[in-house]
């Protein structure tokens, strides 16, 4: 049994050749079993940076060229990326733990894994496959900080308001103007909990935005104002009132709308677009310096993964291997009784168990040495001198 | 025996002080094992001082080495008390070398011996001096805690927080913490300072410089938290104030072996 994987990313696609191929996901479903009926097993994994098909089939050349007659329509043959085995193992597992995506150590992308796996018609391998890239995924991001940092303007505007305040729970945010910019950006604040005042651009230059500071702890300012909408003196004016308590404005407007010098001003914390910007890019950094520790963990769960599919090759022999020692063993047993004469329950169950235990013991070695050869350099060439050694070929 | 004791407390503390550092680098492995070695290093402190309270004759800590034995086991035992969680590392960073460093001093001075004999024969003078080391301890804290408060505002302010963001406790809880800690070490340090007081009264001793920076140093605390809940002096004002009320604890601190303990 092969693994083989077809698929097309953002690496070598932009959006508008992705979409033609992308699946929802009723129809990845519905194609997974479609085409594990055809090669044995199947699973579609289809987001928004790639779809791939990840089959199991004893005859790779032939399911590789199903995946690619379903995703090569027109110029799209041309980008498919084909891997199998090993390789395929290992793109999956980078996939996973989020190393393939476009900003690395991204979360999303490993329930999107589940997902499909879930949906999928996995069949031992793929189950197997999947399952560990799920591990390694789990692995990645729970022994590297690839996924600690901010990776968006907006979730950077988050993370610097929890360093603040700590728990956004009930914290207060007041949006200035209101429009799809301010809304964007104050979004994971709001969606950790804190309660949100609009404010539209048409009455900000009045004394409801200073009511709204003094109760505010975090600003969220995009109004197409011209001049700042708050000055260091406005801001210094509510400071008093609202008894040491720290604000943090994010001016997100281009012209900003915050004067820059209430940064100065004690407890007041002002981090315009590029500042955010330069957060985003900080953390980037350091997840991509994390993502060189997260490869060895994925390429270890890749070596595992290989090993493991190696020692499937030689099940057959051992299987084989097994039924011999346990005909032989049938057949002694058999001949001996009537020399043993008559033995009562307790015995007989003794000398079977016993020559169970020889036989088990004398086994257990050579099928542990095979498994190790073809996981390792010596491929199956152990278990092609067992078949030699113990006339298996000719049982067949 | 019992006195070997001091050399695993040490080793732990010294591992944990350089595990912590390691953390700061490199967030993961390095952060728990600092965290089990202030856990361990706090047991084995522990066996030690109760191995010197049963073989002592009286108050096992009243030497200037060993009142910083005693000191360094309570400042640790605060800081477990919320610093194994993930955010509190960095603290650990500023907590562990120091206490790493007071207990070779305490070693140094003989302070972590058994069978000490006592100068102290009162249970008065045992409450005072274990009622000041408490408040003291808790002090050390607040120092640590609005320490790491004002460098973490200054990276916000310049901007360049980016790196911490999520592996350092929020501003507000650190001034929190620090506020609360003055909160239960300001009384400890008023009932030392009254039962010392007393036994001044009783005794008819001489009332010291020290004492004189001992009451001062109340006194920065009690502002400390008359400004804090009562006219809103947070953020760095109160932490500045926090810090200066330290420097008083550290004169304190070092001013003993030439009053007390000549």
């Not at chain 1, 044995?40 to 098909?53: D, H, K, P």
């Amino acid at each position: 049994m092969n693994l083989v994987l077809v698929g097309l990313s953002h690496h070598v696609a932009p959006v508008e050749l992705r979409e033609q191929v992308a699946l929802p996901a009723p129809r990845a479903a519905g194609l997974a079993a479609e085409l594990a009926e055809a090669c044995g097993e199947a699973v579609c994994l289809s987001t928004c940076n790639r779809t791939e098909l990840y089959l199991a089939a004893t005859q790779a050349g032939h399911a590789e060229a199903l995946a690619v007659e379903i995703l090569g329509k027109d110029e799209l043959g041309a980008l498919l990326y084909r891997l199998r085995d090993e390789a395929a193992a290992l793109h999956l597992f980078r996939v996973a733990a989020g190393l393939d995506s476009m900003v690395p150590g991204e979360g999303e992308i490993l329930g999107q894994v589940r997902a499909a796996y879930e949906s999928g018609s996995p069949g031992p391998l793929l189950d197997r496959l999947f399952r560990q890239a799920l591990h390694a995924g789990k692995k990645v991001r729970s022994q590297t900080a690839i996924g600690e940092n901010p990776a968006s303007v907006s979730s950077a505007a988050a993370a610097l308001a929890e360093q603040v305040f700590g728990d956004l729970h009930g914290r207060h945010v007041l949006i200035l103007g209101g429009g799809k910019m301010g809304t964007l950006s104050a979004r994971n604040i709001v969606s950790r909990g804190a309660e949100v005042e609009t404010i539209p651009s048409r009455t900000v230059g009045g004394e409801e935005v200073l009511r709204g500071v003094e109760r505010a702890d975090v600003v969220v300012s995009s109004t197409s104002t011209p001049g700042y909408v708050l000055t260091r003196d406005r801001v210094e004016s509510v400071l008093a009132a609202r008894k040491g308590r720290p604000l943090f404005l994010i001016d997100i407007a281009v012209p900003r709308d915050l004067d820059p010098a209430v940064h100065e001003l004690e407890g007041c914390y002002l981090y315009d677009i590029d500042d955010l910007e330069s957060v985003v890019a900080e953390s980037l950094e350091a997840r991509r310096r994390e993502a060189t520790r997260a490869e060895t963990i994925v390429v270890e769960e890749a070596s595992r993964f290989r090993a493991w599919q190696a020692s499937r090759d030689v099940v057959p022999e051992i299987a084989s291997l097994r039924a011999r020692a346990e005909a032989i063993r049938s057949a002694e047993l058999e001949r001996a009784r009537s020399r043993l004469g008559r033995l009562s329950e307790s015995e007989r169950l003794a000398v079977e168990s016993m020559t169970a235990q020889i036989v088990n013991k004398l086994l257990h070695l050579p099928t542990v040495r095979m498994k190790e050869a073809a996981a390792g350099a010596g491929g199956t060439v152990y278990a092609d001198a067992v078949r030699h050694l113990f006339g298996l070929d000719d049982e067949r | 025996m019992a006195e070997l004791l001091f050399w695993p407390a040490l080793i732990a503390y010294g591992e944990a002080a350089f595990a912590y550092a390691g953390n700061a680098r490199r967030p993961g492995l390095a952060g728990i094992l600092a965290t089990w070695g202030v856990r361990l290093g706090w047991v084995a402190q522990t066996a030690l001082l109760v191995g010197q309270a049963v073989r002592a004759e009286g108050f096992p800590w009243d030497t200037w080495a060993g009142s910083l034995n005693l000191f360094v086991w309570l400042v640790v035992g605060a800081y477990l008390i919320w610093g194994c969680r993930v955010r509190y590392r960095l603290l650990g960073l500023a907590v562990m070398p120091l206490a790493a460093g007071l207990l070779v001093l305490a070693r140094i001075g003989g302070g972590t011996g058994l069978g000490q004999r006592s100068h102290y024969s009162s249970a008065f003078l045992a409450l005072h001096v274990g009622l000041v080391l408490a408040a003291f301890a808790g002090f050390t804290l607040a120092a640590a805690l609005s320490g790491l408060y004002l460098w973490l505002e200054r990276r916000l302010k310049r901007r360049r927080a980016g790196g911490l963001l999520g592996r350092a406790p929020s501003l507000v809880t650190l001034e929190t913490l620090a506020a609360r800690t003055v909160v239960f070490a300001l009384p400890a340090l008023t009932a030392g300072i009254v039962v010392g007081l007393a036994r001044l009264r009783s005794d008819g001793g001489r009332f010291d410089a020290l004492m004189a920076v001992t009451l001062l140093t109340w006194l920065v605390y009690a502002a400390f938290l008359l400004l804090r809940y009562e006219l809103g002096w947070r953020g760095r004002r109160a932490a500045y104030l926090a810090l200066a009320g330290f420097t008083l604890v550290i004169v304190v601190r070092l001013g003993l072996p030439l009053t007390h303990f000549s």
